[in-house]
């Protein structure tokens, strides 16, 4: 069983066994408030920091958070936001050094791209432990279908 998640010109299914947010932050000038999509193989807490870094130290054996959190429409198309469309995203991509605190097990990874105009960043965390090959895929195979429209 699949649901839909949509809002702000992104659309994603989201499989079963998953739970996923959009929001925009709501932060003072000078900040830009675009919006965020939080993903995850587990029920996601009601906090809404952009990169997880609150989920992250729960994380158990094969859990795994993303989030796609976008950015200003001035860094579409151009230096770290130059690749074009969602990036595939595999177990090898997670590194230890990726994460924002680092502690056993936990790795990550994270990826730039524009899509239709829209600058993004895809954060991941993930804790190593069995079922993070298959959640791994699960995810990719989400984020391949995501939805961006142009703005």
């Known amino acids: 069983m699949t649901s839909a998640l949509q809002g702000h010109g992104l659309a994603l299914t989201v499989l079963d066994g998953w ?3 959009i929001w925009v932050p709501d932060l003072p000038p000078p900040a830009e408030n675009h919006p965020v999509v939080r993903l995850a193989n ?3 807490p009601l906090t809404k920091n952009t990169y997880a870094e609150d989920v992250a130290d729960g994380l158990r054996a094969g859990e795994v ?6 950015f200003s429409p001035a860094l579409a198309d151009r230096g770290l936001y130059e690749p074009r469309g969602v990036p595939e995203l595999a177990p090898a991509d997670l590194d230890p050094r990726a994460v924002q605190r ?9 990826r730039f791209f524009s899509e239709h105009g829209r600058a993004f960043s895809l954060y991941v965390v993930a804790r190593h ?6 959640a791994m895929h699960e995810l990719a195979t989400q984020l391949r279908g995501l939805s961006v429209l142009a703005r």
Do not use: K, N
């Open 19 to 21: 739970e996923a947010r």
């Open 65 to 70: 958070v993303a989030s796609l959190a976008e």
């Open 129 to 134: 432990g069995p079922g993070l090959h298959g």
């Open 102 to 110: 680092q502690a056993p097990g936990r790795a990550g990874v994270q």
């Open 42 to 44: 587990f029920a996601l």
